[in-house]
C-alpha cells in the first residue's frame, strides 16, 4: 500500500486535494479526519499540518507528500522534489519597514523574526551576515511593531499582508516556492510512487495546456504545424475538401491567444480551444 502525505490546514490543503481528486484519488469528506484508506487505488492519505509533511517523508514512514518547496527546505530533511505540482506560488522574503530601504548587508548585527528559521540561517551563513533569527509560528508580519524584531523573513502570496503592516521586501527572494510532490531523497522507485507521480502530472498538463482545433489550407500546413507543433505531433486528418486538412495539437494555455492570433492571420479558419480533463502524456 502506498501512504501519501497531504496538507490538512493552509494555503495548500484545498488545492492539494482537488488535485488528487481530479486524479481519481479518494479524499476525506469531513475536515476533521486525518486519514483516508482509498481501497481502489491502494493509497492512504495522511492529512498533516504542512511544516510535518517533509519530516514524515524524510524519515521514510510515508512514500511521497504535497508540500511547499520552502517548507521541504526549511525541514532539512532528506527528502527529493519528485514534481513540481503549479499551485501555492509564493516568493520567500526579507522585509522591513517602508521607508528604510534595507539592503540583505544591513540585516547584519539585527533581530530577524521568521517561522522559517533554517532556510533562513542557511541564507545569511551563505551570505556571511550574523544576526540573531528569532523563530515565530505565524504572524510575523506583526513582530516588528510589537518591539521583538527589526525585521522579519516571510512567505509573500500577493503582497497584501505586508502592505497591510507598512512592510517592503528587500533584496533577492531567498526561495521562489509553489506547491511540490516529494519522496524520501536517494529512495527507490516503485510502480506505485510512478502511477500516483504519472496521475498528478497529468493533471498539471491538463490544468497547463489546451486543445487546439482548426482547418487549415494543406498548402499552409508546414507553416500551421511550425505554430502548433504539438507535444509529439499534431494530428491531421483530410476534410471533405482535398484542398482543406484539420489540425489538432496541444499548446500551453498561457500562449493560446497569441498561437490563435497567428493561425488566424495565417489563414486558418474555425480555431476553436477546448479545455483537457485528464491527460498522460
Ligand atoms: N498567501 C499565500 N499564497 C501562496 N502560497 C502561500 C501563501 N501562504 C502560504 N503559502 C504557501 O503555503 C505553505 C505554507 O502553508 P501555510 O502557511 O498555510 O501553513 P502553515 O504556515 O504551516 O500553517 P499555519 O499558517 O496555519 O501555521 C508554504 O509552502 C507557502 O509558500
Ligand atoms: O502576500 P499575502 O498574499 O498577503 O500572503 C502572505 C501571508 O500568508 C501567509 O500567512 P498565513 O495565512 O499562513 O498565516 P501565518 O502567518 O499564521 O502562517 C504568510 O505567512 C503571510 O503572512
Ligand atoms: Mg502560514
Redesign the pocket.
Known amino acids: 500500500m502506498l501512504r501519501v502525505a497531504v496538507p490538512n490546514?493552509?494555503?495548500?490543503a484545498q488545492p492539494a486535494s482537488l488535485m488528487l481528486s481530479e486524479a481519481g484519488y479518494r479524499q476525506r469528506n469531513e475536515q476533521r479526519d486525518l486519514t483516508v484508506y482509498d481501497s481502489a487505488n491502494n493509497v492512504e492519505f495522511f492529512f498533516l499540518?504542512?511544516?510535518d509533511i517533509a519530516i514524515y517523508v524524510g524519515s521514510g514512514e510515508l512514500d511521497l507528500g504535497i508540500t511547499?518547496r520552502?517548507?521541504a527546505l526549511d525541514s532539512g530533511a532528506p527528502v527529493a522534489e519528485r514534481l513540481s505540482l503549479g499551485f501555492?506560488?509564493?516568493t520567500f522574503r526579507y522585509a522591513a519597514p517602508v521607508g528604510q530601504d534595507w539592503t540583505v548587508a544591513d540585516l547584519h548585527g539585527k533581530r530577524l523574526a521568521t517561522?522559517y528559521p533554517k532556510l533562513v540561517r542557511a541564507d545569511l551563513e551563505r551570505r556571511g551576515i550574523e544576526a540573531t533569527v528569532i523563530r515565530l509560528?505565524?504572524a510575523v508580519e506583526i513582530s516588528i511593531q510589537l518591539g521583538v524584531a527589526d525585521a522579519i523573513a516571510d512567505?509573500v502570496?500577493?503582497g497584501r499582508t505586508l502592505r497591510q503592516h507598512s512592510l517592503a521586501a528587500f533584496g533577492d527572494p531567498i526561495c521562489t516556492?509553489e506547491a511540490v510532490l516529494i519522496e524520501q531523497r536517494d529512495s527507490a522507485d516503485s510502480p506505485a510512487k510512478a502511477q500516483l507521480a504519472a496521475r498528478l502530472q497529468g493533471v498539471v498538463y491538463a490544468q497547463n495546456y489546451l486543445m487546439l482545433d482548426y482547418d487549415c489550407p494543406r498548402v499552409l500546413l508546414e507553416q500551421a504545424i511550425a505554430i502548433t507543433p504539438g507535444v509529439e505531433s499534431p494530428t491531421v486528418a483530410p476534410l471533405a475538401d482535398p484542398e482543406w486538412v484539420a489540425v489538432r495539437a496541444m499548446v500551453p494555455r498561457a500562449d493560446a491567444n497569441q498561437i490563435m492570433d497567428q493561425l488566424a492571420a495565417l489563414g486558418a479558419k474555425a480555431v476553436l480551444a477546448s479545455d483537457i480533463r485528464f491527460c498522460r502524456l
Not at 490546514?9 to 495548500?12: E, F, H, R
Request: proline share 5%; hydrophobic share 20%; net charge positive.
Open positions: 490546514k493552509g494555503a495548500l499540518r504542512p511544516k511547499g520552502d517548507l501555492g506560488g509564493s517561522s509560528d505565524g512567505v502570496g500577493s516556492s
